[in-house]
C-alpha cells in the first residue's frame, strides 16, 4: 500500500511501513508538517503526544482542518502534570511518560484495530527521552518501526536536533527510510531512500 508524502516542495508517494524522520529545531514550527502527514491520504491516525495533553492535540487538528473523526490520541503527559484524565472513547493514556512498553502496546493495539490507510505520529521522541533513557527511547523506536512495517502503516517521528548530540543524531536517522529537515529559517528538505 503507498501512501502520499506532501511536505514543502516535494510531494511524493511512500510505501507502507516507512518510517519518517522530522528533524527540526527546538522552536520550530512543526504543527504544519505534522498534520499534513496526517490529513493527507489516510483512513485513521494515532498521534502519540508526549509534549500537549489529548485536548491540546484536538485544538491543534482542529486549527489545522484535520478530520478528527480519524484521530486517536495516546496522551503520555496528563499524568505527570496531575492533569484529570479525560474520558472519550479515542483518548488513551499511560501510565507515565517514561512507560515505552505502554506506548508500544497502544501502538500496537491502534494498528491491529484499523484497517485501511494508517497513519502514527510521535511527537515526539526527544520528549519521550527526556523522561525515560535515550537507549530505552531508541529500543521503543525500532519496536514501532517494526509494527508500521507488519501492519503496512506509515509514522513520523520528531526529534529536536538541538537537544541530541550528532552521535545520537546519527542513531536515531540510521533507523529511517525518510529524513525530514526543517530549519531554522523555516525552511525544508526532504531525504528520500533514492536521492
Known amino acids: 500500500m503507498d501512501y502520499t508524502l ?14 519518517v524522520l522530522l528533524l527540526h529545531p527546538s522552536i520550530g514550527e512543526t504543527d504544519r508538517i505534522d498534520t499534513d502527514f496526517l490529513k493527507a491520504d489516510t483512513d485513521h491516525f494515532l498521534v ?3 509534549r500537549t495533553t489529548a485536548r491540546e492535540v484536538e485544538q491543534k487538528l482542529e ?17 505527570e ?11 488513551h493514556y499511560v501510565s507515565a511518560p517514561d512507560d515505552l512498553d505502554g506506548v508500544v502496546r497502544q501502538v500496537e493495539t491502534f494498528l491491529a484495530s484499523h484497517a ?30 517494526d509494527l508500521l512495517a507488519e501492519h503496512d502503516a506509515v509514522g513520523l517521528f520528531h526529534l529536536s536536533r538541538e537537544v541530541h548530540d550528532d552521535d545520537e543524531i546519527r542513531r ?20 528520500l531512500p533514492d536521492a
Do not use: Q
Not at 506532501?6 to 518510517?19: K, L, N, S
Not at 502534570?81 to 483518548?91: E, K, L, P
Open 63 to 79: 486549527h489545522y482542518d484535520v478530520d478528527e473523526s480519524r484521530a486517536e490520541i495516546l496522551d503520555t503527559i496528563s499524568v
Open 116 to 145: 485501511g490507510k494508517r497513519r502514527v505520529s510521535v511527537d515526539s521522541l526527544t520528549e519521550l527521552a527526556y523522561y525515560a533513557d535515550i537507549d530505552g527511547v531508541y529500543d521503543a523506536t525500532e519496536a514501532m518501526l
Open 48 to 50: 502519540v503526544s508526549t
Open 172 to 191: 536515531f536517522r540510521g533507523l529511517f527510510d525518510v529524513v525530514i529537515d526543517l530549519r531554522d529559517d523555516g525552511s525544508v528538505t526532504v531525504e
Open 81 to 91: 502534570r496531575g492533569y484529570s484524565r479525560r474520558s472519550a472513547d479515542h483518548f
Open 6 to 19: 506532501a511536505v514543502g516542495d516535494t510531494d511524493t508517494v511512500i510505501p507502507g511501513g516507512t518510517g
